[in-house]
Nanobody, 124 residues
Framework: QVHVVESGGGTVQAGGSLRLSCTVS????????VGWFRQTPGKEREFVAT???????THATSVKGRFTISRDNTKNMLFLQMKSLKLEDTAVYYC??????????????????WGQGTQVTVSS
């Protein structure tokens, strides 16, 4: 059974930085495509970033240049370094993993395993 647990959320002022972490246990982490999504009340889950099994990252246009996704296969962990945070980055951030997939996965439906989410609040 695969478990996904996010950590690192919190409240930060606009312009600040925050680093999210995600631990994926069960299965073979190095074989998973993993990614970050975010969601605000009343809206659909939004793609933020993904990184594939050969360590190639893809970031959403809205976060490109400010957020960086990375993975550490030795620790079964995924990270999201967030800088120059904006008010509109406020959301619950979710970590997700996809097994037996290829390519660049930007749709939430393509992921098999999800964490409970961690709240990120950017204040003015």
């Amino acid at each position: 059974q695969v478990h996904v647990v996010e950590s690192g959320g919190g409240t930060v002022q606009a312009g600040g930085s925050l680093r999210l972490s995600c631990t994926v246990s069960g299965g073979t982490f190095s074989n998973y495509i993993v990614g970050w999504f975010r969601q605000t009340p009343g809206k659909e889950r939004e793609f933020v970033a993904t990184i594939n099994v050969i360590n190639l990252p893809t970031h959403a246009t809205s976060v490109k240049g400010r957020f960086t996704i990375s993975r550490d296969n030795t620790k079964n962990m995924l990270f999201l370094q967030m800088k120059s945070l904006k008010l509109e980055d406020t959301a619950v951030y979710y970590c997700a993993a996809a097994a037996n997939e290829h390519g660049i996965l930007v749709e939430a439906s393509e992921y098999d395993y999800w964490g409970q989410g961690t709240q990120v609040t950017v204040s003015s």
